[in-house]
Structures are given as structure tokens and as C-alpha cells.
């Protein structure tokens, strides 16, 4: 997960492979609680782990719940409809599908058993009404208190004295989640009589209606229904544990993808997202069809969708998005390739979710250079004409995020000068899908030259290597560490008996390397030798081999291979003299011999390594002197490196400078 301030995407191109999906959020949060209140063990499978699982999951805890992990299955033991704790202060963050739903339950117990329970959550959650459905749970004598402003949560429900002589009534206009909530506390009203739950005005957002009724059949609630005006839970239901129950992936969440193939995969390579298809429960596999009109082919299975371009432009669409309030937000970026301008109407609700999404999706397609209108309950947006280099608020609104990458493409537009994009806090769609950014890049392609590099040389222990790490990881890139390479074929040598002169022998050892990174360490084989590498005598030994140019030549387009979506630091000696010569920033990093023997000298010391200082300066002097003097690739500055003498400076001090020059380089 990308946890940096901002994410760059670079001009994107085309998408071809394979993308698994997470969990359905919708189903996630509905499934942990119908099995918090069941009696007995529910094992679920292929739950959602993001921000809103997790409050619900720790509210379940809270509450008593058994949570245990077995293998990659979630095991809820149920409170069988008795409360054991009757006190909790709940905090369910930003997650509508945990705050509704918990509040009837929890209003309806504390009622029937006692109890006293606070819930709340994140400032923007506090701006999301409630009123109705605790009027509706006052009207049926639970006790709730409003602890903030009248109408939205911090809530307090402390008892009261519920009773079903007459139908619940609850408006269905403002969020379906109201009825939601109602009809997953119903169960626990009906041991007398039955409870019937009236809908007052036009229930907005239905399919997720039916994915409450489809989850409740699965717990033993079989409810009966008026069409959308009336539903009734049978006297004497009680929730039932299916034992198992398997989580689909999230048809939300398909929609970036979907979309990304009706953009950018053709044919002959289409998009292939597994984990949602045909027969999904979730309302927002329908997106599918808002995306076939607008010129997507997509062929589908039961639990997998394929995707590539049809029409381009995109056909326009004037559609109402009633049904698909979630996926809708993708339809507006879409607008951003068809051949007219599309109109998204009846998304009213878009106001009342984790942003005001209706004005945050006009601001910020404005920013792109999009001409949009948009009015209370829709929106209209024209086919981008002209792109600005733009920085993406994204609201803490995960969707806002995942839908905005998709102008990445934009570069496919006639006529239309490709520029990055800047997501801001990209950390947002921790809420439903914390891997978006890494699925993204792992099917989107970008043109070689379009992925920035940042380049850090210079001489040994003059901290490029500490640089570059935290560089990268303040910018969300990959990290090369070419030395890395040079030292594991000195190894490797070594171990081998191959000869320091032996420049063939060499070159075929480094050429057949079997390396593997991973954050930190670094991998022969099976073997982990990232300590090894670290040996002097490993050093200086690939101080030897590296002058040989075919040893160079051997190791090039593994350091080529680095260069790889969102982006790249590079650290080593020719980085940005020979090795990518276009990087957007070249540094060469520098301090004084003493100061580099001193900090070296540190460094193993503090590792239990014995270690004479006078030694280590002659040594890293020799080296020097080595890496410089070698023909092929000497360790020089580029003439465009940025010179940088950190004798004087701290680590962070110099990360500091480094972002700087960076920032200076992007046109955000
Ligand atoms: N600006 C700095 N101030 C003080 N210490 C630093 C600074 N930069 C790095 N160091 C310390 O110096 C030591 C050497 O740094 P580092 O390993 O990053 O150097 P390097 O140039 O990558 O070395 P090599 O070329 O041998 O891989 C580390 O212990 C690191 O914490
Ligand atoms: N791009 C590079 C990186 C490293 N080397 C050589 C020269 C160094 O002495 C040796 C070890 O590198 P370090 O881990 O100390 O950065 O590898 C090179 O020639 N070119």
C-alpha cells in the first residue's frame, strides 16, 4: 500500500493481463455482522482487509465476538442474540456499511437486554446523517442519544423498551443503508410477532437492497417482500451461521478495471479480472453495461469479466445512475475519452458519502483541463480538449483516488500533449482496496521514457545508498541499488574460486546471477545474502570486477529492468552517466574521505564488526581511486548532476534537498 503524501503516475499507455480483486466491502461488513450475531462459528472466506473491515472487525471484538485467523479464513463466533459486554465505546471510522447497520443492532439489544453502547467515528463521518434511521429506531422505543449535532453521528443508545405492535417506517431516499440496517436488527424483534418495515418515499440505491435480502437468506432470515415498499421478517426468525461463507470480490472495484480495458487493452491482449462476473449478488456489476454503452466489449463467466477497447472515442452516455451510485463516479472519468458530453443523473446521494462526491469530482475534472456542469443531483462532463499537469485531491475519498487514475491515459486523446498526474494522499483507498495502486501497475504500461528516474551517485559510504532508500520510499518508487549487483558477482566469485582477472569467467558468472530483491534483502538462490554483501571483502573485490567491461555490459539490463511503474531512485556510480542518461534528476553525492572512513567505521562497529579506522580510510581511498580511474563508466558527476556535499548535513537534511530539487523538476 502506498502510504507517501502524493503518488505521480506518469503518462499512461495500455493494459493487458490479469488482476484478482479483493472482497466486496458491501459484503464483507454485512457477512462479519449477521455472523457477530449468530449463534456459533461462521467461517469466512476471501473477507475484505481494508480500513472499514477493520473498524467492524474491532467492533465485533469489542462486543465479545470470538475473531480468530485459520489459515486465510476469518472465524466470527457469534453472540447468538445475547449481549455479553453492555457497555463499548465503538469507533467505526469512515465506514457507513459498520455505523448503520451497528446502530440498529446495537439500539434494538440494548433495548430488549440493556446496555448502554457510544458510537462515532472520523470527523467527515460526524457530517453524515443518521436522523432517519434513528427515528425510525425511536419510533419503535429505543432509546438514542445524539451526543454531537442532532441528526448525524457521535450516537449514545442506552435501552429504551422496542416494540413491533406497528410497522417500522423509514425513509428510503437519503440511503439505503437506513433500510439495511433495519432489516439486519428485524431478526431480533420477531421472537412474538412479526416485523414489517415500510419504505416512506422512493428507495434510492436497490440492489443493495438486494444484497442485504441475499446475505439474510444465507443467515436463516427468509424475509417477505411488498416489492420495494415492504418488507416483513417472519415471526420467530433467528439468524442461522451458514458455517462457511465465501466473500466475491468487489464489483466496485471492477469498475476502475473494467474501465481501464475499455480504454487501453485491445483485443488481441483484453483485460482479465477475476473474482467477480455474471453472477454477482453486488448491484454494481451493472457498471458493466454502463461501460458496454460506452463502447467496452466484455465477455463474461460466473466469477470472472474480460475487457478491451471498442470504441474510441468512448461513446457518450446520458444515463441515470440510480442503480450504480459507487461505480457511476468511474463513468465520470471515462467522460473524460467519449465523443460527447455524458450526463450522470439521480446521484443525489454522491453528496452524503465519504465527500461531497458531486462537487469533488467537478473540481478536480476541472483541474485536468475537463469542462463540467454539475447541479444537486447530477452531473455533466465534456471530452477533455486540452490536459494540464494536475495534483488530485482526493477527500479521503478512496474512490475519488481509484477513478482519477484512470486520466493517467489521457496521452490515447487525439491531439493531446501527455502530463503526469499527482494523487494526492493515495493512502485513501486503504478503505476498500489497499493494493489498488500496485494492481494498477501491474497491467498498466507506460513508454520506457515516460517513467521517471531519479539518479544518486557517488563514492563509497557517502550515504547514497541511506539517500536513495528514503528518497524512494518519500516518493513511492522502486529503489535500484546497483552496487548491490556488482558485490553479489564478487560474491558469488569468490564462493566459486573464479579469478579476479578472469574478465569472461566473470562476465558469464554475472550474466547468470539467480538474484532476487525484496525490501531489504537481497537473495542468491535460496540463500539470503544481504549481511555477505556487506563484507569489505566482498567490496572491494567488486571494486576489481567492475572495471571489466563485460562484466558491465553483463549486469546492464538488469539495472535497465528496475525501470518500472510508478518510478525509480537508482544509487550507484554511473547511474546517471551511462546507465539512464534521461533521469529527471541526477544527484552526486559527496563528503570527505574522513567523514565517509568515520561513518563507515560506525556503521560496523554497530553491526559487532571490529573494524581500525586508519585501515578503512586507506581502503575506501583506494577504492576511490579505483572507481574513478577505470575506463569504462568512471565514477564521475553527470554534467547535469545536481552536487551534493552532505559532510555537513543529516541524513533527513539531505533527503530534504533531494525532494526539492525533485519538486523544482515536476510541473505540479
Ligand atoms: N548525511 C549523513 N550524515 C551522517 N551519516 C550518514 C549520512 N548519510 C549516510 N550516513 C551513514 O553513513 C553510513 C554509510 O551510508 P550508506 O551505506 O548509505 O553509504 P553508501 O554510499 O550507500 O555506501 P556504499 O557505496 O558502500 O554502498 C550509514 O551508516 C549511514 O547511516
Ligand atoms: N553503478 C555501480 C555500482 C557499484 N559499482 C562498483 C563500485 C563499488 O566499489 C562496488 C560496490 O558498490 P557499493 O555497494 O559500494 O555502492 O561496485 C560500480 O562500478 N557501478
Redesign the pocket.
Known sequence: MYTTAFLDLPPLRSAAGSVRLPGSKSISNRVLLLAGLSAGRTRVHDLLDSDDTRVMIEALRQLGCGIEHEGRALVVTGLGGRLVTRQAQLFLGNAGTAMRPLVAALAVLSGLQGGRFELSGVPRMHERPIGDLVDALRGLGCQIDYLGQDGYPPLRLAGGTPRVDAPIRVRGDVSSQFLTALLMAAPMLSSQSPVRIEVVGELISKPYIEITLRLLERFGIHVQRDGWQAFTVPAGSAYRSPGDIHVEADASSASYFVALGAIASDATAPLRIEGVGADSIQGDIRFVDAAQAMGAVVRSGPNWLEVHRGAWPLRALDLDCNHIPDAAMTLAVMALYADGPTTLRNIASWRVKETDRIAAMATELRKLGAEVVEGADFITVHPLREVRAAAIHTYDDHRVAMCFSLAAFHGLVAGLEPQPLRILDPRCVAKTFPDYFETLFAVARAATADIPVLTID????????????EVARALGYHLL?S??LY?ATALAALEAGVDADDEAGLAALAAGLPLRFEPDHVWLAARDVSDDL?REDV?AMASRISAFPAVREALRQRQLDFRRLPGLVA??RDMGTVIFPDATLKVF?T?SAE??AD??H??LI?KGISANLATLLQDLQARDARDRSRSTAPLKPAEDAQLLD??A???E??VAQVLEWWAQRRPF
Not at 557517488?458 to 532508500?469: E, F, M, N, Y
Open positions: 557517488g563514492p563509497t559510504a557517502s550515504g547514497k545508498g541511506t539517500l536513495a532508500a541499488d552496487g548491490a558485490r556487506r567490496g544509487d550507484g553525492l563528503a567523514t565517509r561513518r563507515r560506525k556503521q554497530s552532505n559532510s548535513l543529516t541524513i537534511a539531505s
